[in-house]
């Protein structure tokens, strides 16, 4: 049985984020594999914290800039290493790298962080995104630890496109893995909640997540007074878990915007709404909340930013506006138009099924693996950015490591 270890950014939360979802999709590939898999990660644990050790996956609390994680990976001897995000592969990927030379290092993208930066940036400026804000300081460092890896997983068409397009990365170091899904089964389908039985908007995100915020406020000051003027009866019920004192202050139940924290469960929130609303201005990869409300059969009106990735060339669960008196307007013609919310929510279905459907990705990528680690040494050999990357960063983050570890013993 191969050993795999995950070095996370945090624990994982599949009930707070979209990324906690996702790394728990991963878990359940490498699991189903039958690889022994330990979890490690230098945060402290929460409340929403999933408890991995009732999977068999083994826990492990490490330290940063401490030589303890030495001892624990030569102990360990993973044949695989996973990072959660470029920044935990600067912080740990050149200790993997002299310890473990023959180990495969994976970089899980989570999303493309250096476009979600880019587009932030443009949004505040209130300019065109284009290459000149593509290509920020976060690009240099995410785009290094892509090459510095042997695979990267990139979670969303559009961001493969990008990554070899114009920034030139070989593809051979790619890997594109979506959202790995269940498919819907036609009569867990029939027991959803119909289109009479549900009432008022919803939307959903972790507010740690500056993009979720942002939508939110979009959605206070330039969408739900249209909305709420034609359906004067309607709520917007905002779920998401860390809310802050500024998201709390947005709650007015005069106005039916409602800040309702976090959800236990979103299958339920999502099932007793009739439609879902995404207006995210900027961020990058694929929006978890766009899966929920397929799942659970509530079409969705969203922004060109929210849909980008999830729908390939299949019709959307519902429409995309960027405008926000279009987008305002399609959200009341979902609410009100049953043959509408019907039509949209099978292609959502349809969706869900089509471009998740984790059998279609789970085997290609095992098989990746499997390839890249018998190829390891000739992959490597080819990729002489990536030796020149690590060359580097074994020269200049590991001794600012190894500095800052003097200076904490200290």
């Known amino acids: 049985m191969p050993n795999l270890l995950i070095i996370g950014s945090v624990w994982p939360e599949p009930k707070s984020s979209a990324a906690g979802s996702r790394m728990m999709q991963l878990v359940d590939v490498f699991l189903q594999a039958n690889y022994n898999i330990t979890f490690a990660t230098t945060t402290s644990k929460t409340d929403n914290a999933f408890a991995l050790e009732e999977l068999g996956v083994i826990e492990q609390q490490i330290k940063l800039n401490d030589s303890s994680f030495d001892d624990f990976i030569l102990n360990l001897k993973p044949d695989v290493v996973m990072f959660d995000r470029f920044a935990i592969e600067e912080q740990f990927g050149w200790r993997v790298a002299e310890h473990c030379p023959n180990t495969l290092r994976i970089l899980d993208t989570e999303d493309l962080h250096a476009l979600r930066k880019g587009r932030q940036q443009a949004f505040k400026a209130n300019a065109i995104f284009n290459e000149t804000y593509l290509f920020n300081d976060v690009a240099k460092r995410e785009i290094a630890s892509i090459y510095r890896c042997d695979l990267s997983l990139i979670i969303s068409e559009s961001e493969m496109e990008i990554l070899k397009t114009q920034f030139k990365v070989p593809e051979a170091i790619l890997c594109y893995l979506p959202f790995l899904l269940n498919p819907t089964e036609a009569d867990a389908l029939e027991k959803l909640p119909k289109f009479s039985n549900r009432q008022h908007f919803i939307t959903i995100g972790n507010f740690l997540h500056e993009p979720n915020y942002n939508g939110v406020l979009f959605l206070k000051e330039s969408i739900w007074p249209l909305i709420k003027k034609e359906l004067p009866k309607a709520e917007m019920h905002i779920y998401g878990a860390y809310a802050s004192q500024k998201v709390n202050q947005l709650h ?19 099932q007793k709404s009739r439609v879902c609303l995404a207006a995210l201005r900027f961020g990058a990869g694929l929006k978890g909340k766009l899966v929920d ?6 079409p969705c009106v969203m922004t060109p930013i929210a849909a980008e990735g999830m729908f390939g060339n299949l019709e959307p669960n519902g429409f995309i506006e960027d405008n926000p008196e279009n987008f305002a307007k399609k959200a009341i013609e979902l609410y009100k138009n049953e043959a509408l919310w019907n039509q949209k929510q099978q292609s959502g279905f349809e969706v869900i099924n089509t471009r998740f459907n984790k059998t279609q990705f789970q085997s290609d990528f095992l098989e990746k693996i499997k390839v890249s680690t018998e190829q390891l040494h000739e992959n490597r050999l080819h990729n002489f950015t990536g030796q020149i990357l690590m060359h580097h960063t074994m020269q200049s983050t590991k001794f600012m490591s190894r500095w800052i570890e003097e200076k904490n013993k200290n």
């Open 252 to 270: 007015n139940k005069k106005q039916g915007f409602l800040i309702k924290g976090f959800a236990e469960d979103v299958h339920e929130v999502m």
């Open 293 to 298: 409300a397929m799942q659970n059969g509530t």
